[in-house]
Each structure stands twice: as C-alpha cells, then as structure tokens.
C-alpha cells in the first residue's frame, strides 16, 4: 500500500531558524527554516527578493515570531513536513523573549513579503 503526501493550505507561526540565499544562477530564490512551538523545523523556499525581509527576521529571532501562509506539504498522518508555496510572511513582534510561543500575549505585525510583491 502507498502512502501520499498531500498539499492543503497551512498558516504557521514560528522563529526563522535558517536562510539560505541560492547561488546565481543556481535558482530563483532560497530557503528558509521555521521553529515550530512543538520544536519541528519545517523548511520552505522563498523567491529571490523576500531575501532581505526574510534575512532580517533571522537577526531578531529572539524577538519575533513570523507568521507564514501558503501551501504545505503533509505526511499521511497530517503532520506538516515542509512548506510548499509561501503566499506571505508577516513578522509578528512578541511582547518579551520569554513570551515568543505564548499564545496568550498581545503581538504587533508587520507584513515583509507577499506573493503580490514577488
């Protein structure tokens, strides 16, 4: 019996843990890693011109949180293991540090890339 993975529409919310810009001429963007709350690292692409913003949320991951929606990839059992196709990224500032997955505290959001932008 095969297993599929499928693709459905995701909006996830972690620390921007890894960026990686493409050589030129090797790709048309990069990739990045989000940390998840459950400390999942799901990674995702990201076309050439979110760079900056995406670069800039990896220097202030210990304040802030990023909110990314699109398409993600799912193992059978639903568990997200990449993302697929980022429609946006918006950067959500926590309160403090210690409060980054808490889900209670108040946020402030900022939108750094969309795929309108691209």
């Known amino acids: 019996m095969t297993q599929h993975v499928t693709h459905r529409p995701i909006e996830v919310i972690g620390q921007i843990w890894g960026v990686q810009l493409d050589p030129p001429g090797e790709g048309e963007g990069g990739t990045f890693q989000i940390l998840l709350d459950n400390g999942r690292l799901i990674p ?10 995406i670069a800039s949320a990896l220097q202030a991951n210990d304040v802030i949180l990023i909110r990314v929606k699109g398409v993600g990839e799912h193992s059978p059992d639903g568990e997200l293991q990449r993302i697929v196709e980022p429609e946006s990224i918006i950067r959500c500032w926590a309160p403090a540090p210690n409060s980054l997955f808490d889900t209670t505290a108040p946020d402030w959001e900022t939108v750094l890339a969309t795929k309108d932008d691209a």
């Open 44 to 53: 995702g692409p990201y076309p050439r011109d979110w760079h900056q913003p």
